[in-house]
């Protein structure tokens, strides 16, 4: 078992480096700012996405996509909705990969520095699976409000797959690319779904184990996006 989960990370490092290396030749960067935002990107295939389906946030519930991704649609008013699925090692035990699913919108500011804000409504929330945190940790449902700074973002043409934007994090790490799916946001109404509730233990989710054997498959964190 060990050895299969050492194979499995180092199988998803040597894709991740591939993948990389596929994705580092975009044909064309707009240069920063000129380009509008505005749009609805996913990364991968799709799996992920912003809009109707993905996430409920009057009852805090998320139909859970077969792999982890990342969504945003932007609008040029300065509204964002985002979707994203990630997997992160639990850090002690390579047997142990959480997984955090979220959701949120609100207004974004492209600040003058050229990085980008994130102010999400207190409707955000996120559900995190941790079969190896104690037992009130291992699965619960929290509101998720917290601003988020993307030191840079980029806007590209891509040889082979269109229209692509990229996020870049507060510490500069970048996020999956993503591929312009409509040039139109696809989006939930655009206005405060539902009062923030806390933090809930969920019972309705089946085992928070399915979180590790799923991502054990899965080559990358961010899947196999
Ligand atoms: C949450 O709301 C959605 C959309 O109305 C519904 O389809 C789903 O069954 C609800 N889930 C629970 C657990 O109530
Ligand atoms: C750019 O501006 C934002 C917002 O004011 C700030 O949070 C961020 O740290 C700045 N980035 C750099 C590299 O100075
Ligand atoms: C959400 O964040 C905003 C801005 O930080 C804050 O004013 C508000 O009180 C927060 N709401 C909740 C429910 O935490």
Redesign the pocket.
Same mark, same amino acid.
């Given at each position: 078992m060990l050895v299969l989960t050492l194979f499995t990370v180092l199988a998803a490092l040597a894709a991740d480096k591939k993948l990389v290396a596929a994705q580092s030749h975009p044909d064309t960067f707009y240069p920063h700012n000129t380009s509008s935002l505005e749009g609805f990107w996913a990364s991968g295939r799709g799996d992920v996405r912003t809009g109707d389906g993905f996430a409920n946030p009057i009852n805090r519930t998320f139909n859970y996509p077969p792999n982890a991704g990342l969504s945003v649609s932007f609008d040029n008013s300065g509204w964002f909705e985002l979707s994203r699925y990630r997997y992160l090692p639990n850090g002690k035990d390579p047997n142990c990969i959480k997984g955090i699913i979220g959701w949120m919108h609100g207004t974004y500011e492209i /600040?003058s /520095?050229g990085?980008l804000?994130m102010y999400p409504l207190e409707d955000g929330f996120q559900q995190v699976q941790d079969p190896c945190a104690g037992k009130s940790f291992q699965n619960f449902i929290e509101t998720y409000n917290t601003s988020e700074?993307y030191?840079k973002w980029q806007i590209y043409e891509d040889s082979s797959a269109g229209t692509m934007a990229r996020l870049y994090q507060y510490d500069s790490s970048p996020l999956p690319p993503m591929k312009r799916l409509s040039e139109t946001p696809n989006m939930l109404p655009r206005q405060k779904l539902a009062n923030a509730t806390g933090t809930t233990n969920d019972n309705t989710t089946s085992d928070a184990t399915t979180v590790t054997r799923r991502s054990l498959f899965s080559l990358l964190l961010w899947g196999s996006n």
């Open positions: /600040n /520095n990085s804000t700074v030191q």
